[in-house]
């Protein structure tokens, strides 16, 4: 079955950096979009970055310049490297990939950014 596990979030001062990890299992990873979301309290899940079978990546606004999302194909593994993080960036962040029409979705990683 299809798996995606989130790790590396935790508490980070306001300018700091995290890296995000996402491992996933159970279908043929390098054929497909792997996106990153977040979540903050209250609110609703809103898109962070995505990137391509083939490596193309595209960010939202909020963390374009800041943020950069890469996938290791032999590791079946996508990371999301946060700099310059702002207490806005606070959430949970999870990994999800559409795949034979389903949405899979990770458990997600908490970030915290705080002074």
């Known amino acids: 079955q299809v798996q995606l596990v989130e790790s590396g979030g935790g508490l980070v001062q306001p300018g700091g950096s995290l890296r995000l990890t996402c491992v996933a299992s159970g279908f043929p990873f390098s054929a497909y979009i792997i996106t990153w979301y977040r979540q903050a309290p209250g609110k609703g899940r809103e898109y962070a970055a995505q990137?391509?079978?083939?490596?193309?990546?595209e960010y939202h606004r909020k963390v374009a310049g800041r943020f950069t999302i890469s996938r290791d194909n032999a590791k079946n593994t996508v990371y999301l490297q946060m700099n310059s993080l702002k207490p806005e960036d606070s959430a949970t962040y999870f990994c999800?990939?559409?795949?034979?029409?389903?949405?899979?979705w990770g458990q997600g990683t908490q970030v915290t950014v705080s002074s």
């Open positions: 990137i391509t079978s083939d490596g193309r990546t």
């Open positions: 999800n990939v559409l795949y034979r029409a389903h949405d899979y």
